[in-house]
Structure formats: C-alpha cells, structure tokens
C-alpha cells in the first residue's frame, strides 16, 4: 500500500473557545474529535500521523492522544514555533500569536516525505473526504509535484449557532478544479443566505451552497518548496506586525493564480461540526451520539 500521512494542526491556541480545545473529551467514552479524525483516516488508508504541536502541550498531547494513537499507526510529532523562522528573520520581541497554518505546515517538511493530507484538530470532517483525499493521493504518479486536491464542502453544512465562523470561499471551474480561494471572516446564517464583513463595517453576501475550504487538503511534498519560498515573501512583507498570519488556504491560491499548482476540489456532502466556541460543546457531544446511534461509530473506537 502507498504511504500516505495524516497532518493534524494542534497548534492552535483555543483563544474563542477559552482553552485547549483539541483535548476536550466528546465521545463516550472520552474521546476527543481528533479520534474520529484519527479512526476514519486508518479506515480510509493512511498509514502516519503527525501532530503539529506546540512545545509546552507536548506531554498532556502524549498522555491525552500519543499514548494511544501510536499504539495502531506511526506517530511523529513537530513542533510550531514562533522563533523558527529562515535566516535573517526574527519574531518581533512583543508578537505572542503564532505565524499561521502556513508556517505550520512547513514546520513539517523534515519528517514527511510522502503525500499527505492536512486538518485542523478541532474540526470533524466526516467519512467521505477522507476516503477521496485519500485516493486521490494514493493515485499520484510519482511525476504530480505540486498536483494537489482540497475537500470542499457545503458552506451552510460548516456554520456554528453559537457565533461567526471564518471560512476559505472557493470559485470551482467546470472541471472541478479551485480557481480561487478567499479567506472570508466573520460568516453567519440570515435566511437563507450566509453573511461575512466586508472589512469596512458592512456586509457581503454568499450563497450557502457555496463550496468552502475547512483546511482539509491532500498535498505532495512539492508543497514545502512553495511554503518556504513563500513564507520569506510574507516576512518581507510582515514580519514586523504582531499578529500576522501566513495562512494556508491564502498560499494555496496564489499558486494556483500562479499556475503553480492545481488543486482538484473533491466535493463532500457530509456535515462538519467542531468545538469554536463553548456553547458548541454539547452539540457536538449530541451529534457524536447520533452518530455512534446509527452505526456510524463503534462506542468505543479505540
């Protein structure tokens, strides 16, 4: 079987949500979401995990997850830090907010070396988008450098009742690949249409059926030569401000406005839930029942 590696970005400081809410428990039997995560990857072929972490939740990760996960598939971990930056840059001595998931991904560039998917931790993605992701990479010639795929799913399937939400709005071509991406903040439900700010004190409108990104990818490692590249740009440009952010989705567009990359968007209709704000916590713990209920999830996966 090909290899292929899960990347899960753990890094995440929690700051809406008001802790680390990667390790909150909402299975039954004390999982957590990263578990589904976890569980619905191995079933749909990936055979590495690597947790993009920070140094100081580096043992509550090995005791709350590590410990267990490592037990059914190979385990690495990396480290997000905000002092890791090429030469000639340095982090601004009052920046407290980590640089993006950009700069967390390529934290990875020493320890993977096949094709691999990217999520975020505190996201529940459902079975179907790992199964295509999957496939989709373990079907790359060795030749596809900078091929990649994005799961995208339906925007009025990833919004919270509990508040706004920060979605990568996608334009797809008739092929079914991404044309653009833009990072749109601030997106809520009225009607039936979705809104977001506009940046100036009002407000655009989307269309729920939208397709959006939640930073679900399959990417080849011809991913790290870009991020590198880009990321020296970025610093050029923003390295002195404190908060900053080189995002992942926002890389991914402009390769391919670059037609430095292709991005096949590989479409899911399942429903994403996730723990941004306290008051998400017991839908998702209900959902994870309903779930477990219909046969979907074993009672215990692990």
Wanted: hydrophobic share 40%; proline share 3%.
């Amino acid at each position: 079987m090909k290899k292929t590696t899960l990347v899960i970005m753990a890094a995440g400081l929690g700051s809406r949500y008001g802790g680390i809410k990667q390790l909150e428990p909402v299975g039954p039997s004390g999982e957590i979401i990263m578990d589904y995560s976890i569980y619905d990857a191995i079933k749909a072929g990936f055979n590495k995990v690597v947790f993009i972490i920070r140094k100081d939740l580096e043992q509550d990760f090995i005791e709350v997850i590590g410990n267990r996960i490592s037990k059914i598939i190979e385990v690495e971990y990396v480290f997000q830090e905000m002092d890791n930056l090429p030469a000639g840059f340095s982090k601004p001595e009052d920046r407290t907010k980590p640089w993006g998931t950009g700069q967390a991904v390529l934290s990875c560039k020493d320890v993977v070396k096949e094709p691999f998917a990217v999520i975020n931790a505190d996201d529940y993605y459902g079975k179907e988008a790992f199964v295509k992701v999957h496939d989709y990479l373990a079907n790359l010639e060795s030749n596809d450098k900078n091929n990649f795929c994005m799961a995208g799913f339906v925007l009025g399937n990833t919004l919270s009742e509990n508040g706004t939400v920060t979605r990568g709005v996608c334009k797809v071509d008739e092929n079914g690949f991404l044309v653009d991406i833009v990072e749109t903040r601030e997106i809520e439900q009225k009607g039936d249409m979705a809104v977001a700010s506009d940046g100036k004190g009002g407000e655009i409108e989307i269309n729920l059926n939208s397709a959006v990104s939640m930073n679900m990818w399959g990417f080849t490692t011809g991913l790290f030569d870009e991020l590198e590249t880009g990321f020296i740009t970025f610093l050029k440009e923003h390295g002195s401000e404190l908060k900053s952010e080189y995002l992942l989705p926002e890389e991914v567009g402009r390769l391919v406005k670059e037609d430095k990359a292709v991005v096949h968007v590989l479409s899911s209709n399942d429903k994403w839930f996730g723990v941004t704000y306290k008051e998400d916590k017991q839908m998702v713990v209900e959902s994870f029942r309903t779930l477990i209920n219909q046969g979907v999830y074993p009672e215990k996966l692990f």
